[in-house]
């Protein structure tokens, strides 16, 4: 009896694209093209072998590559695109018969390439349009060190003194004294005066490379900055200045607001001689403007507006911040649209009869009353911006409350959905000092700050609005250094504002 040879297994050519689909190379190995299929994994398993090991250093690590890498990350999504594309349709053709590529075998298997590739578009197409928003959104926020900005420069390597971008340089010791001015005034140079000699800022040292500059004394101090600018107002309005810090061993975080009506508030040396109190008379809030309107006495550039609330906020507390981030309220508003609002329990009624809106020209009225409100932008602006009713602290205070339920509420679950819209609206309301290198480790050190204190500088806690009244400083830097001591160890804080009714929390997945 002849024995007939057993048929050979008939291979599928969608089964081979399907395969290459998930991981290339393996549908050529399906169509029995081993080496093929090797050579063709080794990219995939390349980029695969990277992610893991960054996830294994923790998911916040590989967050902040991927934000600070946004634009290379654009440019190998497209790479990759092409590169799975040839993968599938390469596993396709090594199985098909001949008739099939014409399109008159089986239909169906031609339906699946053609779904297979729409869907390898469609997945790395939008991977690498949302890294290019990412990469277009986080160049207009963060600095970058060779084309400087308004901001001043901090982290970035330091050019030899005496050139164009060099040290910062700071009036001397001969500069003529300006005119003391009252509260609320603005500082103005008589026409006497005259540009004193620049001295090198000697602090002014290169960061070692690979080195975060903000980890080298322990705790990182960034000052955050509610600018109030837009039409009806002149300049720009420091109305919101507040500082985190945070202890980088334990975690340890508080937030400190500063009252905008302070007034003569230290400044540093070589500044602080153009007045007769060596200090800036004005309120705190009108230093940034006149900065920028009086260029011989404060120095800097286009960054001394700056440079001068910074270096005050500094002297105040007797701190080297380690960056600035300023947020525009106005862009505020946009940033809490494209998170979906926000829910706010609001412990007491507020009424505003004459609250100013964005465009500066209109008034309404505001009414907010007691429980958990669900707030968009510009109701959320509101409420943390009015003072009509109660006081310039009061709205320190339903600031501070702000930033405490978007800690909670905005969880990555809630900011990925909506990445895109949220990177738009970044780039238009937030700037920062701070070097995009940077960001990395700063995502990384976001995962294990605990939530901070908060702290408020007001009379009603025994800080005078008067920074220069006897003892003032001394009570200020002493509540301030207190602020990272003992939180979780049961050591009563006595500067730490009295916690409002807890914050609604955002669902967990």
Excluded at 61 to 74: D, H, P, S
Excluded at 274 to 283: E, H, M, N, Y
Excluded at 463 to 485: M, T
Aim: net charge negative.
């Amino acid at each position: 009896m002849t024995h007939m040879p057993a048929p050979q297994t008939r291979r599928s050519a969608a089964a081979a694209a399907i395969l290459s689909f998930f991981i290339p190379g393996l549908g050529q190995i399906y169509a029995g093209r081993l080496l093929r299929g090797l050579l063709l994994a080794i990219p995939q398993i390349v980029v695969i072998a990277i992610l893991v090991g960054l996830y294994v250093r923790g998911p916040l690590v590989l967050t902040g590559v991927l934000f600070e890498q946004a634009l290379a990350i654009a440019v190998i999504n497209v790479l990759l695109l092409a590169y799975r594309a040839f993968a599938v349709i390469d596993a396709y053709l090594l199985v098909a018969r001949p008739a099939d590529r014409r399109g008159a075998g089986t239909a169906g298997a031609a339906v699946v390439l053609g779904l297979l590739l729409i869907a390898d578009v469609a997945l790395h197409g939008a991977a690498a349009f949302v890294s290019y928003r990412a990469s277009v959104a986080t160049s207009a926020v963060f600095r970058d060190c060779e084309a400087g900005g308004e901001l001043p420069t901090r982290g970035c390597p330091t050019p030899p003194p005496g050139s164009p971008s060099g040290p910062t340089m700071t009036p001397g010791p001969s500069a003529t004294l300006g005119p003391t001015l009252e509260p609320g005034a603005t500082a103005s140079p008589t026409p006497e005066a005259t540009a004193p000699p620049a001295t090198v800022d000697p602090s002014a040292t290169p960061i070692a490379p690979g080195t975060s500059y903000w980890a080298q004394n322990g705790r990182l101090d960034i000052f955050l900055i509610g600018a109030d600018a837009g039409p009806g107002r002149t300049g720009l309005r420091t109305d919101t200045m507040l500082v985190l810090s945070v202890d980088l061993a334990t975690g340890r975080s508080a937030l400190t607001g500063i009252p905008r009506n302070a007034y003569r508030a230290p400044l540093p040396a070589g500044v602080a001689e153009a007045f007769s109190c060596r200090c800036f008379p004005g309120l705190l809030n009108a230093l940034f403007t006149a900065a920028i309107q009086s260029p011989e006495t404060f120095p800097g550039g286009e960054n001394r507006g700056y440079l001068a609330i910074s270096g005050a906020i500094e002297e105040i507390f007797q701190i080297e911040l380690d960056g600035i981030v300023v947020v525009d309220l106005n862009g505020f508003v946009t940033t809490v649209d494209a998170l979906g609002g926000i829910d706010m329990n609001v412990d007491s009624p507020l009424h505003d009869d004459r609250y100013a809106a964005e465009d500066g020209r209109t008034f309404e009225v505001l009414d907010f009353q007691p429980g958990i409100q669900h707030m968009d932008g510009h109701r959320a602006l509101a409420y943390v911006r009015s003072r009509q009713q109660d006081s310039d602290y009061g709205r320190m205070g339903r600031q501070q409350d702000f930033l405490h339920a978007a800690r909670l509420q905005y969880t990555p679950c809630r900011i990925l959905p909506r990445l895109p819209e949220l990177l738009d609206s970044l780039k238009d309301a937030v700037r920062t000092d701070i070097p995009l290198s940077e960001v990395p480790a700063l995502i990384e050190l976001s995962g294990r700050i605990r939530v901070p204190r908060r702290v408020v500088l007001t009379p009603d806690e025994g800080f005078p609005s008067d920074l220069s009244a006897p003892g003032n400083l001394e009570s200020i830097r002493e509540a301030f250094a207190a602020s990272l001591i003992g939180q979780g160890d049961g050591i009563p804080d006595p500067s730490a504002r009295p916690s409002r009714a807890p914050q609604p929390t955002a669902a967990g997945c």
